[in-house]
């Protein structure tokens, strides 16, 4: 065996130990637990996996849903910033199999509303009501 050959052993052994760690922690804790949010935000390098935003404001999002039979462990956490963390809960009809598919779900439909010119996030309806209002639309009530 090669020295490279043992220094890459090495490095898997500490990831796969760090990961253990990191799992071990994440289940004995509630979902708001600090210390396994900041498990997450320092293996993602305190950046949006989608993005590559490093603002303050970062999400712990899980790739498949508790509701769903995801799990509170580090393999289906990643890190997201406010605006792709909206947009994934915004687009429930994005079928996400890998973290690789996430990110190209997000930045495809990111991109295609960039192109559109459409901004992301809500509006509360009193908004769309004084819209509809300047434009001359009145509400159709089915």
Do not use: W
Not at 3 to 31: A, G, H, T, Y
């Amino acid at each position: 065996m090669t020295k490279k050959q043992k220094e890459l052993i090495v490095k898997l052994r500490e990831l796969l130990k760090k990961e253990v760690e990191c799992n071990r922690i994440l289940l004995n804790s509630d979902n708001n637990s600090k210390r396994g949010r900041n498990l997450i935000l320092e293996r993602d390098n305190f950046e949006c996996r989608i993005c590559g935003n490093n603002n303050l404001q970062l999400d712990i999002h899980h790739i498949k849903p508790k509701e769903f039979g995801g799990e509170h462990k580090e393999s289906n956490l990643i890190t997201l910033c406010k605006s792709c963390h909206m947009f994934m809960h915004c687009n429930p009809t994005l079928v996400i199999k890998s973290k690789q598919g996430i990110s190209t779900a997000i930045k495809q439909g990111l991109d295609r509303a960039k192109v559109e010119g459409k901004k992301l996030g809500r509006q509360k309806g009193s908004k769309d009501k004084s819209k509809r209002r300047t434009d001359g639309y009145h509400k159709v009530i089915k």
